[in-house]
């Protein structure tokens, strides 16, 4: 079952995105060279605190902390530590959580770290989140769950080739349904599968998470000992974009973007939904 959300709901959802907001502000700023993955997850534990919301990673199926530090080959799902220490030219994809009121905010983005970094890391990141974009912009009334997967993997199928020689679109993992709990139903594909089908009409109410992950090369991954930190099966590394999305009679509504989405769905000539928090 689909959860169709309020208006009200959704903008308590909206606060939750806000902190995650906050989350990523603070952490893109912490992510220097020297810092470890562990001074970031405490840089986000007091964001959290500081706004008086709840993590809704830590403790989930048993994760150690408070967002997920995911540097260079680490597809998802990395574990802060004092072990991992930044350095120029990394690239760290950093995921974060917040619950309100027993609703909840879940967005990613790809950081660089210090200077110096190949062109076709830049590249990575773009087509990442440009995709990701993509995606949002195809989540309109009446479309349908597909119509989503298909934006995010038509964007970066016409990308020019990375020297590298391909983008993999990482298969094991995709967006979500998000509301009352952090994963929910619908999962979302970041491709087009025909097993799959044309999945749910969209329809006001609706709450997704999109977040698609690209390598420099394999779609294929590999879960390491600790049963969390997902790699990529060649080593090569790899980028991961997300926001929370609300759709909403007046359109979409990015509920983890401090503008609501506004100026990217402008290039894609969207109007995004009012902020019901004014």
């Known amino acids: 079952m689909v959860q169709i959300k309020t208006p009200e709901q959704i903008a308590k959802m909206r606060e939750a995105g806000l902190v995650v907001a906050a989350i990523h502000a ?31 990673f830590l403790g989930y199926g048993g994760f150690p902390a408070t967002i997920c530090t995911s540097v260079n080959e680490v597809v998802v799902h ?17 995921d974060a959580g917040a619950i309100v009121d027993g609703w909840h905010g879940d967005a ?29 912009a ?21 990308q020019p080739r990375p ?6 679109i990482i298969e094991d ?10 994963h929910m139903d619908p999962h979302l594909l970041n491709y087009v599968s025909r097993k799959r089908g044309k999945g749910i009409k969209l329809v006001p109410g609706v709450c997704l998470a999109i977040e698609p992950m690209v390598s420099l090369g394999t779609a294929r991954t590999e879960t390491l000992a600790d049963d969390w930190t997902v790699i990529t099966t060649d080593g090569t590394w790899s980028s991961h974009w997300e926001h929370s999305i609300a ?3 007046q359109g979409p509504l ?6 609501c989405g506004r100026a990217k769905l402008a290039e894609y000539g969207i109007t995004a939904a009012p902020d019901p928090l004014g």
């Open 247 to 249: 759709l909403t009679e």
């Open 26 to 56: 603070a952490t893109r700023e912490a992510a220097v060279p020297g810092a470890t993955t562990k001074d970031l997850d405490q840089v986000a534990r007091k964001v959290i605190a500081d706004h008086g919301a709840k993590s809704n």
């Open 254 to 259: 990015v509920l983890t973007a401090p503008d």
């Open 108 to 136: 990613a983005y790809t950081a660089f770290v210090g200077t110096g970094h190949a062109p076709e890391l830049v590249e990575l990141s773009r087509v990442t989140e440009e995709s990701m974009w993509a995606g949002i």
């Open 173 to 182: 993992f995709g967006g979500h349904g998000i509301g009352s709990e952090m």
């Open 163 to 168: 020297a590298t020689g391909k983008y993999g």
């Open 138 to 158: 195809a989540m309109k009334v009446n479309n349908r769950l597909v119509d989503i997967s298909r934006a995010i993997e038509t964007f970066i199928r016409r």
């Open 78 to 94: 990395g574990i802060p530590d004092e072990k991992t220490v930044l350095k120029d030219g990394d690239i760290i994809s950093i």
